[in-house]
């Protein structure tokens, strides 16, 4: 690599606790959004996603290019 230094552009991470979070997310330019599933979840104050709607989300993630992480 001849001394040149390689920056890696950081990932904007966004929370998206149920369907209206993940438009808005993924609106306002993150890149990656995680998401749980109402068995899963600690977040008190989301009320998270049901399986059917897990697959949903995670389709119109990947179609807009956002990553998702499972949490």
Known sequence: ??????????ELLAPAGDREKLIQAIRYGADAVYLSTRDFGLRAASSNFSLAELKEAVAYAHAAGVKVYLA
Not at 1 to 10: A, D, L, N, V
């Open 1 to 10: 690599m001849s001394g040149q230094i390689k920056r890696k552009t950081p």
